[in-house]
Every structure is written in structure tokens, then in C-alpha cells.
T-cell receptor, first 113, second 110 residues
Framework: DVKVTQSSRYLVKRTGEKVFLECVQD?????MFWYRQDPGLGLRLIYF???????EKGDIPEGYSVSREKKERFSLILESASTNQTSMYLC????????????FGNGTRLTVT | QKEVEQNSGPLSVPEGAIASLNCTYS??????FFWYRQYSGKSPELIMF????GDKEDGRFTAQLNKASQYVSLLIRDSQPSDSATYLC??????????FGTGTRLLVSP
């Protein structure tokens, strides 16, 4: 089974802090994704990566950056956390093949106060 | 206009009945379609996917795709209380990027 592990289940940070969310997958998947999920808005894509050191903006990249230095690890960075970034963050990975499904981590519930 | 539309529900069905969940999408070039189940406080888990027009069955689940109508559905036969969850429809719009609907909440009563 694919395992996607997110480093924290719950996180509380203060406004203005720099926040790192880590994600590791163990199935040698090429693609990795960061989504946020908010009530009524569903899952929205923040950033994704097809390969090491490559990144592409998703639908809502503002206020976020990412890093992929190794194939198995994809980090989401909030440079200066704000209260409107309070959300559930979900990391996912998939094979590089066309039509491959996403496999999700358990999620990180981030609260910015 | 949202790219993937689902009725938010809740859809209430009695135990043993068939639950029918529907999804429409706007991008005619979409090639693959996924159904995920999400329990409260948990992450989405893949139920099944479909690429071709018609029906695809997997146990109690059947996915139906009609590309001409831009419509995909999920049928759950013999619904169980454990099926109570939010069901997310996702569409691959290219480059393996999935666009998700906001989900339909299903409630199965004993």
C-alpha cells in the first residue's frame, strides 16, 4: 500500500510565523501535490511537483511556496502565516502515468492565531 | 462557473437501499474521473475510477460515465451505515491535476 506521511496532525502557529509542513511518500511516485480543504470550498490545489526540484503553481499559490529536494519529500512553506491560512492541508502523491489516482496523507490541521 | 459540481446533500437513504451520487463537469477534454470517500476528520480515500463511457462495477459500487452529457455518477448498492461519509468527485483536467467537487454528504440510517 502507498503510504503518504504528513509530519504533524495538528499545528498551532502565530500570525507572521514561518511554517513548514512536511510530506513523505514511500512508493517512488513522481508526482506530489499540496491541497487545502475548507468547508464549502472543497479541496483546492496549492502547488504540485512532477519531479525533483520542479514545481508548478496550482489554483491558490499566493502566500505559499514549496520545496522538493528529494523525490520522496515535498514541503509546503507558509512564509508569513496569516489567519486566513487556517485550514486542513492535505498532501498527495501519484504515479507519473496518465490517469493515475491520488493517494492522500492523513492531513495537517493548521490553526493560525 | 465551478468546474466540478456536486449536490452538497445530505442525501439520506435507509440501510439496504441504493444510494445515487451525481457529478457534472465542465471541461469536455477531461479524460479520467475518480470517486473518493471522506469520513469526518479523515483524508479522502479512493473508491474507484472510470475512464470510458458506460458502467464500471466494483463490489457494491458502480461508477457510470456519460461524456456526451459531462456526467458521472456513483451508485452504492445495499447501503450500510458505515457508508455514511462525504463522497468527492474528482476530474483529471490534464497533467494529472485533479479538480474536486465540494462533495455530497451521504447519511445511511439503520
Amino acid at each position: 500500500d502507498v503510504k503518504v506521511t504528513q509530519s504533524s496532525r495538528y499545528l498551532v502557529k502565530r500570525t507572521g510565523e514561518k511554517v513548514f509542513l512536511e510530506c513523505v511518500q514511500d512508493m517512488d511516485h513522481e508526482n506530489m501535490f499540496w491541497y487545502r480543504q475548507d468547508p464549502g470550498l472543497g479541496l483546492r490545489l496549492i502547488y504540485f511537483s512532477y519531479d525533483v526540484k520542479m514545481k508548478e503553481k496550482g489554483d491558490i499559490p499566493e502566500g505559499y511556496s514549496v520545496s522538493r529536494e528529494k523525490k520522496e519529500r515535498f514541503s509546503l512553506i507558509l512564509e508569513s502565516a496569516s489567519t486566513n491560512q487556517t485550514s486542513m492541508y492535505l498532501c498527495a502523491s501519484s504515479l507519473g502515468a496518465l490517469n493515475s489516482p491520488l493517494h492522500f496523507g492523513n492531513g495537517t490541521r493548521l490553526t493560525v492565531t | 462557473q465551478k468546474e466540478v459540481e456536486q449536490n452538497s446533500g445530505p442525501l439520506s437513504v435507509p440501510e439496504g437501499a441504493i444510494a445515487s451520487l451525481n457529478c457534472t463537469y465542465s471541461d469536455r477534454g477531461s479524460q479520467s474521473f475518480f470517486w473518493y470517500r471522506q469520513y469526518s476528520g479523515k483524508s479522502p480515500e479512493l473508491i474507484m475510477f472510470i475512464y470510458s463511457n458506460g458502467d464500471k462495477e466494483d463490489g457494491r459500487f458502480t461508477a457510470q460515465l456519460n461524456k456526451a452529457s459531462q456526467y458521472v455518477s456513483l451508485l452504492i448498492r445495499d447501503s450500510q451505515p458505515s457508508d455514511s461519509a462525504t463522497y468527492l468527485c474528482a476530474v483529471n483536467t490534464g497533467f494529472q491535476k485533479l479538480v474536486f467537487g465540494t462533495g455530497t454528504r451521504l447519511l445511511v440510517s439503520p
